[in-house]
């Protein structure tokens, strides 16, 4: 079946600009994460849903950042008034089992603030 | 704030010798994963053990767990050229992964 998928692949935005990045979960998979990776770091932990509710946003670095997941599929990650530390690629994940199981990782989506 | 550190680094070995790669965490875990990335994209899941085991196999990889030193180690037998990618640990502390910086491993042909 289809993995994780997240659109763009590539974004490249003006500093002070709006983005949203878009992650298709694996279908049935009631948990969703977003992980931020900087060049040469692991991923940090950003946002974890459970279903259509944010169970965990204490990942989040500040309030530019909000993430819905309305249907309890489909998420978007927006970023207001991007500033050029926010370039990274953002990496979102499912699962079945909740957070102490395999996640499935998409593809990413590198942001590029200039 | 990132949980597990990765040593070493990085690594670089010749195609057929056997890769280790350590993880140290700080924080009592119910389990550890390792995944592996190839050019900084998306991440593949390759083992988790839990707490309570010592020791898992899986293919040519074999994962250790030390709870009362908090550290893993990852040992890939026989390398492959197709290897080298960069190795993450990662521990669940509440309802998320706690990723290392990761080891970068060569595989030279």
């Known amino acids: 079946g289809a993995g994780v998928s997240q659109t763009p692949s590539n974004k490249v935005t003006e500093k002070g600009k709006y983005v949203e990045l878009r992650c298709d979960p694996i279908?049935?998979?009631?948990?969703l994460y977003w992980y931020r990776q900087s060049l040469g770091q692991g991923p940090e932990f950003l946002i974890y849903?459970?279903?259509?509710?944010?169970?965990?946003d204490s990942g989040l670095p500040n309030d530019r950042f909000f993430a819905v997941r309305p249907e309890g599929s489909v998420s978007t990650l927006k970023i207001q008034r991007t500033e050029r530390g926010d370039s990274a690629v953002y990496l979102c994940?499912?699962?079945?089992?909740?957070?102490?199981?395999?996640?499935?990782f998409g593809p990413g989506t590198r942001l590029t603030v200039t | 704030s990132q949980q597990g550190e990765e040593d070493p680094q990085a690594l670089s070995i010749q195609e057929g010798e056997n890769a280790t790669m350590n993880c140290s965490y700080k924080?009592?875990?119910?389990?550890l994963q390792w995944y592996r990335q190839n050019s900084g994209r998306g991440l593949v899941h390759l083992i988790l053990?839990?707490?309570?085991?010592r020791e898992k196999h899986s293919g040519r990889l074999r994962v250790t767990l030390d709870t009362s030193k908090k550290s893993s180690s990852l040992l890939i037998t026989a390398s492959r050229a197709a290897d080298t990618a960069s190795y993450f640990c990662?521990?669940?502390?509440?309802?998320?992964?706690?990723f290392g910086s990761g080891t970068r491993l060569l595989v030279r042909p």
């Open positions: 279908s049935g998979h009631t948990a």
């Open positions: 053990i839990r707490s309570n085991e």
């Open positions: 849903f459970q279903g259509t509710g944010a169970a965990d």
């Open positions: 990662a521990t669940d502390s509440s309802y998320k992964l706690i």
């Open positions: 994940a499912s699962s079945l089992a909740g957070p102490q199981g395999e996640q499935y």
């Open positions: 924080t009592s875990i119910n389990n």
